[in-house]
Nanobody
Framework: QVQLVESGGGLVQAGGSLRLSCAAS????????MDWYRQAPGNERELVAL???????NYADSVKGRFTISRDNAKNTVYLQMNSLKPEDTAVYYC???????WGQGTQVTVSS
């Protein structure tokens, strides 16, 4: 019943931008902190950004100043705006909810140089 569906991934040149979306269903979205994680081949899955129910945000040092997480509770959707993309941002990006803990299937982001 819980479902998180990511969209917006793709191929982009270094310096470009993408906006990821995560549509949630089956959870009380407005009561859950939401996260974006990413995982590159051979790497650990890392937390990229989070946004609390009160709209407080936090970012990994590697993306701070370039990425922006936001949410629209009326649409049960969380976004990740990614600007000034770098090849090292290449990864599968996963949406994650905390209440209850749930994962999306992921969306591929590839940044070419």
């Amino acid at each position: 019943q819980v479902q998180l569906v990511e969209s917006g991934g793709g191929l982009v040149q270094a310096g470009g931008s993408l906006r990821l979306s995560c549509a949630a269903s089956g959870i009380a979205f407005s009561f859950s902190t939401m996260d974006w994680y990413r995982q590159a081949p051979g790497n650990e899955r890392e937390l990229v950004a989070l946004i609390t129910t009160g709209g407080i945000t936090n970012y990994a040092d590697s993306v701070k100043g370039r990425f922006t997480i936001s949410r629209d509770n009326a649409k049960n959707t969380v976004y990740l705006q990614m600007n000034s993309l770098k090849p090292e941002d290449t990864a599968v990006y996963y949406c994650h909810s905390r209440s209850p803990p749930s994962w999306g299937q992921g969306t591929q982001v590839t940044v070419s140089s």
